[in-house]
């Protein structure tokens, strides 16, 4: 039977009151906008076209109507998105350098995020996907914990290729130790899997790139994206390691970088209708090559949600630069 929706994420929703600024009087000022990583991604899916469902919570109060409006806006399904008025929507302050890196600092004791629960999960939904994409924020605490296996298991089962983001936030983790513990558990149900190279070393202990991702390699996935910030990607196969170079840009804000690549890697995936164990290798290198252009586009704006690049851009920005 053939899948009706292209990607179903499940995770956190959440405010990023990013730094914009100070006022008069040298106060810094922050600006509201909507972000989590697996918003973000399925905001990219969207703006390329595809069909996306979220899973998550969020609470009653202002910020949820906002972040569930937003989601609307961008195309993405809210059906499954829960708002529940116990608890109130999470919220990230996020502090930016010159050079466009985040400090993020956490209001979530608990979040709304952290609250849903395995008998809230919609089963049909997540068996007619064709990718179910996660990453670890719903995997620091419980319900929202078994919540997260419980659905990647169901979406494994009914033939959804699965994709992980470790997504690392160390202020959100009560133990190092239990976090990487944690974080690994979940690697064999993935076929690709997005990761930073410092999460990289974190994972495995191993500083060497290449023989890190060989050892996430031998633990399920199929393909591994280490992102290298502005220096591009790392992919990973069985069969092949190579770097993709990135694009130089000046970087504003670096939110959502990492969730613009996968989703503009993952996006060209779905573009090139093909099972995984068939792509050639240029066939990933062209994923990876839309998935930097998207991330090079989002890092030149403020923001999330509101710095995603639509697909007219994507392909404006790829053509430029002569690469096909």
Known sequence: MEKEVDIVALGELLIDFTEAGSSRDGKKLFEQNPGGAPANLLTVAAHMGYQTEFIGKVGTDMHGNFLKRVLEEEGIGTKYLIQDEKYFTTLAFVEIAENGERQFSFSRKPGADTQLCA???????????????????????????????????IAKKAGAIVSYDPNYRESLWTDKKKAVETMKSVIPYAEMMKVSDEELVLLTGVEDYSQAAAQLLDMGPKLIAVTLGSEGVLLATRQRQEKVTGFKVQAVDTTGAGDSFWGGFLSEYLKQEKDLEDFTWDGIKKCAICGNATAALCVQQRGGIPAIPKKEEVEQFINCQKIF
Not at 129 to 149: M, N, Q, V, W, Y
Request: charged share 30%; hydrophobic share 35%.
């Open 119 to 153: 008998e809230e999960l919609d089963r049909k939904l997540l068996g007619n996907c064709k990718i179910f994409h996660f990453g670890s924020l719903s995997l620091t605490d419980e319900p929202a914990r078994t919540a997260t296996t419980e659905a990647v298991e």
